[in-house]
């Protein structure tokens, strides 16, 4: 956190060194959010470039007194949910699409180098509705409060605590149906 | 069958392990600077910033405020004012600097108003400090996840007499050695820059105004208290550096008996206009122990086994010489020169590729072909360590002007409009006495010249 201010004085004055850093630093947490959200390599890759090429562009205008890696994933949620929007509004998506993931192969363009892991339970979240999704991932993995994402999500506490609720539900459904094959 | 709190579990310590292709890694981190600085461009053509205002919201000038305050409370209006009991700070900074070796805790605390969940007393960061006249200076740094997840742990060492610092990161089981030149230390040590060291503090503080608190007890020593709560002195400039919005709260408490410290208690109180509410930094050092016994192994750091080794190194001597040569480097590498001298192989060692490695892979010089070449496939890692001895002129040019600039010594460079066929325009400039400055050229020669015939030097160069 010390750190962190520390980056966000030196990048607000101009420093490319303190880019690098913050990229560096948080290049692999905001690519596995935007990997679970989107449950698509090519859509997380340009989410987070997007966000990082923003951020590099914010240095004058960045208001930014909190902490920067929940700022940072919280750009990364914003920017998954558009994106998802637009998608659904180009394609009607089918019973499989959750499974449609990633591609196998690794190219040389391909920024992100996903695990096996990543890659499951991607598939597995991407089964969960979009929203619910979202709350889970930022509630238990970016650490956000369910007030902070209320306020992302532009809903209710109380929702969210609901979105929360089915999420688990449905994931529990899922793996346990999982767990039975 | 998976209960929720399994499944919450299970998602929560997921190790979802995720790389990056180095290759693209770096093309996104040049688009990033190029976005960067066309930002920088397009904003400084509509209006310039408020450095001042830039300066007093920057968590860096709360950070070192903090620092700053932490020892503040250690102060009184002049070196021999005398307090109620006879305490004079004059005579506590003496007894520190006799000191010959001492250790002490700190810790650091933000906080806001108006958020749940903030535990004032809950450091966000605490250290164990151990610093001796003779062998230097080490801290193991704890860094606490605000959300209760796992701690990260650091060390650090600086070794005046090896001229050398050391920094273990415990996350990343690596470890980064750095050959600093033989002026680093002094230099550091003078801007009051990366060393913690109470005594520096006590120093620039006893400019201040203060108050006696009288006596009390901590820790069962009898302990004089001081306070001051006046903001201008924390910067030690002008009043102009301290907004009507801030407050400080600064107090130490000194042993009657040895006229040393005890704790020092400060918190800074910022009102965050665009959150309408305030913030809170508290900085406490305490525990100390002085005149601690220490030998040159106490300041060895303990670098684990199997830790991988990042290997930094500066010229022992920073000269002209070394600076010509760095620039002779970079013409090499990438046919001109590059626009910035100062980031082009950063200080910060954490900085995983230099610029100059981003920019020598768009070169298609015989010499950027060749190290293409040379790293070809490699790690980050691997190519910092197999480029040690290739970057040091580089880090000597970049420290060279560092230099120039902390000594005021009025640096220019003119890299992004001076070629190397340009013999007679100024490359680089710099103030060797009142009327002198010595100019390195485009075509790396040097002189020394009045600063009358500099001026019209400087008169024709492109604008």
């Known amino acids: 956190m010390l750190e962190d201010k520390v980056l966000i004085w030196k990048f607000k004055s101009g420093s490319s060194d303190a880019l690098c850093r913050i990229y560096e630093k948080y290049k692999k947490d905001l690519l596995r959010l935007a990997a679970v959200l989107s449950n698509n390599a090519s859509d997380a890759e340009d989410i987070v470039h997007d966000v990082f090429v923003s951020f590099a562009q914010s240095a004058e205008t960045l208001k930014l007194s909190g902490n920067l890696k929940s700022f940072l994933l919280t750009c990364v949620a914003n920017r998954a949910r558009n994106k998802n929007r637009a998608n659904q509004c180009r394609q009607t998506a089918g019973p499989d699409e959750a499974q449609a993931v990633v591609s196998q192969s690794k190219t040389p363009e391909q920024w992100m180098i996903w695990s096996e892991e990543l890659r499951r339970w991607s598939s597995t979240m991407a089964q969960l509705p979009y929203e619910q999704r979202e709350t889970v991932i930022l509630h238990l993995r970016a650490g956000m409060k369910f007030r902070q994402i209320a306020q992302l999500q532009g809903v209710s506490v109380n929702t969210i605590k609901g979105r929360y609720r089915y999420g688990l539900t449905k994931l529990r459904s899922i793996l346990n149906g999982e767990m039975e094959k | ?463």
């Open chain 2, 1 to 463: 069958m998976k209960s929720a709190e399994n499944i919450k579990k299970v998602i929560k310590n997921l190790d979802l392990e995720i790389d990056t292709n180095t290759q693209k890694d770096r093309i996104i981190l040049s688009e990033l600077l190029e976005a960067q600085e066309k930002s920088k461009k397009t904003n400084s053509a509509f209006a310039p910033p408020n450095i001042r205002r830039q300066i007093m919201k920057s968590p860096l000038t709360k950070i070192a405020i903090a620092a700053v305050v932490t020892i503040a409370c250690v102060i009184g209006l002049s070196l021999w004012r005398m307090t109620g009991s006879g305490i004079a700070l004059a005579d506590v900074l003496a007894r520190v600097e006799q000191v010959k070796a001492y250790s002490f805790k700190r810790t650091l605390h933000f906080w806001s108003e108006k958020v749940t969940g903030e535990d004032p007393n809950k450091p966000y960061i605490r250290g164990t400090f151990l610093i001796s006249q003779e062998y230097g200076w080490k801290g193991k740094i704890e860094r606490l996840d605000p959300n209760g997840g796992e701690s990260t742990f650091n060390e650090s060492c600086i070794l005046p007499q090896k001229n050398t610092t050391i920094a273990i990161s415990h996350k990343e089981k690596k470890y980064t050695r750095t050959q600093q030149d033989d002026g680093w230390i002094e230099r550091v040590q003078k801007a009051n820059i990366d060393i913690t060291d109470p005594h520096t503090f006590l120093e620039q503080m006893l400019k201040t105004k203060y108050e006696s608190l009288g006596r009390s007890t901590i820790d069962g020593i009898a302990v004089e208290g001081f306070r001051t709560t006046d903001p201008n002195s924390l910067l030690g400039t002008s009043s102009s550096n301290s907004g009507p919005s801030k407050r400080l709260d600064q107090k130490l408490w000194v042993d009657v008996k040895t006229r040393l410290p005890v704790r020092c208690d400060a918190t800074w109180v910022d009102f965050d206009q665009m959150e309408n509410k305030k913030k809170y930094d508290r900085h406490v050092l305490y525990d100390f122990q002085w005149d601690v016994p220490v030998a040159a192994a106490d300041f060895e750091p303990g670098i684990p086994e199997g830790y991988a080794s990042w290997v930094v190194k500066y010229p022992a001597h920073i000269t002209e010489e070394n600076a010509v040569q760095g620039l002779k480097v970079l013409v090499e590498l990438l046919g001109k020169y590059p626009e910035n001298i100062y980031h082009i192989v950063p200080e910060n060692i954490n900085d995983k590729t230099p610029i100059v490695l981003r920019l020598a892979e768009k070169s298609e010089t015989p010499a950027a072909l060749r190290l293409q070449e040379e790293i070809k496939g490699l790690a980050d890692d691997e190519i910092n360590n197999k480029l040690v001895d290739f970057l040091m002129p580089i880090r000597g040019l970049g420290r060279f002007y560092r230099w120039l600039q902390f000594d005021k010594k009025d640096p220019a460079y003119y890299g992004k409009t001076v070629t190397p066929k340009d013999a007679d325009k100024v490359l680089m400039r710099w103030k060797v006495s009142d009327n002198e400055y010595r100019i390195i050229f485009g075509d790396l020669h040097a002189e020394t010249v009045t600063a009358d015939a500099l001026a019209e030097l400087e008169k024709l160069l492109p604008e």
